[in-house]
Antibody
Framework: EVQLVESGGGLVQPGGSLRLSCTAS????????ISWVRQAPGKGLEWVAN????????YYVDSVKGRFTISRDNAKKSLYLQMDSLRAEDTAVYYC?????????????????WGQGTLVAVSS | DIQMTQSPSSLSASVGDRVTITCRAS??????LNWYQQKPGKAPNLLIY???SLQSGVPSRFSGSGSGTNFSLTISSLQPEDFATYYC?????????FGQGTKVEVK
């Protein structure tokens, strides 16, 4: 079964750090761009960051640039989101999502597989 | 960044109704528009990609249309399992952006 499973969420104080993980199964992780998408409580979806198949390209939404770092370890079938300098407005469910394959040097932006999400709460 | 605006934000409908949701992009995105369905407590699920292509396994009562800046998602005959929130998303230009969502509620 094609699957993504997130972990690492929890309660953290403002200014603190958290590292989310996303583990893939049922497909070859190294063939796909992967994104992180978040959803604040009762709000809509917001794309946060993504990373190319080999980790050579990474993109971030402006609100997390310089604070969040996306990375991957294809050998471990895992993606990561290091979140530093957390703010209350970062409180959300964080999903990892696979971007459908479109070739070696192209952007897909088509999220065809999603994890179940992990909740990050930033509060004192 | 490209802004995506959906309308309405919510709507009330009955089983069997025809429902249409619209999505407007702040600039032309050709046909690079996706639609997702999300039920409470669940991850989003891809319904339509490239404006009008039905994702495998999605019922044919769902359809999409449009190009450029104006798009729509239509449910031809609303079923009980279709009460959910729907999001459009552009994949024309990195950084990917979503509409604010349209909640389809029971009338």
């Amino acid at each position: 079964e094609v699957q993504l499973v997130e972990s690492g969420g929890g309660l953290v104080q403002p200014g603190g750090s958290l590292r989310l993980s996303c583990t893939a199964s049922g497909f070859t992780l190294s063939s796909y761009w992967i994104s992180w998408v978040r959803q604040a409580p009762g709000k809509g979806l917001e794309w946060v960051a993504n990373i190319k198949q080999d980790g050579s390209e990474k993109y971030y939404v402006d609100s997390v640039k310089g604070r969040f770092t996306i990375s991957r370890d294809n050998a471990k079938k895992s993606l990561y989101l290091q979140m530093d300098s957390l703010r209350a407005e970062d409180t959300a469910v964080y999903y990892c999502a696979r971007e459908s394959y479109c070739g070696v040097n192209c952007f897909s932006g088509l999220f065809d597989v999603w994890g179940q999400g992990t909740l990050v709460a930033v509060s004192s | 960044d490209i802004q995506m605006t959906q309308s309405p934000s919510s709507l009330s409908a009955s089983v069997g109704d025809r429902v249409t949701i619209t999505c407007r992009a702040s600039q032309s995105i050709s046909s690079y528009l996706n639609w997702y369905q999300q039920k409470p407590g669940k991850a989003p699920n891809l319904l339509i990609y490239t404006a009008s292509s039905l994702q495998s396994g999605v019922p044919s009562r769902f359809s999409g249309s449009g190009s450029g800046t104006n798009f729509s998602l239509t449910i031809s005959s609303l079923q009980p399992e279709d009460f959910a929130t729907y999001y459009c998303q552009q994949r024309y230009s990195m950084l990917w952006t979503f509409g604010q969502g349209t909640k389809v509620e029971v009338k």
